[in-house]
């Protein structure tokens, strides 16, 4: 059977929680603008795969909309769950699910999400295919993808830019597409989706925790790079590397570019 996240490089268990709170943070405010774009709000029904800690369908549900995340970690989920109780946010549900199946779960939803999957997925078009199917007609895919080719240090690093090519010769290995972002529209509109929205934004730090943010997650891809021949004194030295840079206030880190996709279930 094929996985929600069927080549995932990184830690879903609890010690992935942090680096993904952090992501979060990075990234909810522009999330929320593209949801709100979209329509987003009471009574919307609210959709998301991959949904990790659950913090964009928590938001969601607090807008009134009735939320659902699918992810296939549990200690993913049981945290979002917590997280949510604490916060007393209503029409909220989390369950395990995988993104290639769950549509036979599910049907007649407003909006269909995800942030940061379809680039883990050796079938990203099909999956997109099967969040389509549980949209309504006139209902919304939304969709949030890197293109990690794009992660780069101003004045240029070398260990930045050896981790980088790195991590696409694994993504290549794998059958994935880590810069998946550019072609997210296209992929839309061969599925005979209507493209509503397309655009990109990139973030870019010279200091602060979330500077590292890519450093931290290659950091949890240590197996994968070492299984393609990477040398353990190499990525040592990468590492030792991008850490000086994500403290050196002098240098910018530009994250890797986001792309953002509203496309259309036909009527």
Same mark, same amino acid.
């Given at each position: ?11 879903s268990?609890?010690?992935g ?21 979209a329509?987003?709000?009471p ?14 369908c928590?938001?969601?549900a607090?807008?009134g909309?009735?939320?659902?995340g ?37 049907r ?39 293109d ?13 830019a050896?981790? !980088? =090519?790195?991590?696409i @010769? %694994? ?8 810069? &998946?972002?550019? *072609?997210?529209? +296209? ?32 950091i949890?891809?240590k ?21 000086? !840079? =994500?403290?050196?206030? @002098? %240098? ?8 953002? &996709?509203?496309? *259309?279930?036909? +009527?």
């Amino acid at each position: 059977m094929k996985q929600l996240a069927d080549n995932y490089i990184l830690s879903s268990g609890h010690d992935g929680h942090d680096r993904l709170r952090l992501l979060c943070e990075i990234h909810d405010p522009s999330t929320r603008r593209l949801l709100l774009h979209a329509g987003l709000g009471p009574s919307t029904s609210f959709v998301e795969f991959g949904c990790g800690l659950g913090s964009v369908c928590r938001w969601a549900a607090s807008q009134g909309a009735r939320a659902v995340g699918f992810d296939l970690s549990e200690a993913h989920l049981g945290e979002a769950a917590r997280m949510a109780r604490e916060a007393a946010i209503p029409q909220i549900e989390f369950r395990i699910g995988n993104v290639y199946d769950i549509e036979a779960q599910i049907r007649d939803f407003d909006v269909a999400y995800c942030r940061f999957l379809l680039s883990h997925l050796s079938e990203p078009v099909e999956a997109m295919r099967a969040m389509a199917r549980c949209l309504k007609p006139g209902g919304l895919l939304v969709c949030e993808e890197p293109d990690v080719l794009t992660i780069a240090a101003e004045p240029r690093s070398e260990n930045y830019a050896a981790v !980088v =090519d790195a991590i696409i @010769r %694994v993504a290549d290995s794998r059958g994935l597409d880590y810069r &998946l972002g550019r *072609r997210l529209a +296209l992929h839309a509109q061969r599925l005979g989706l209507e493209v509503l929205h397309a655009d990109a934004y990139q973030r870019h730090f010279f200091k602060g925790r979330e500077k590292g943010y890519w450093t931290w997650s290659f950091i949890e891809a240590k197996e994968a790079l070492l299984s393609t021949g990477v040398r353990p004194a190499d990525f040592d030295d990468w590492i030792s590397g991008m850490t000086a !840079v =994500d403290l050196d206030e @002098r %240098v910018l880190v530009a994250h890797a570019s986001v792309h953002q &996709l509203l496309a *259309r279930k036909r +009527l």
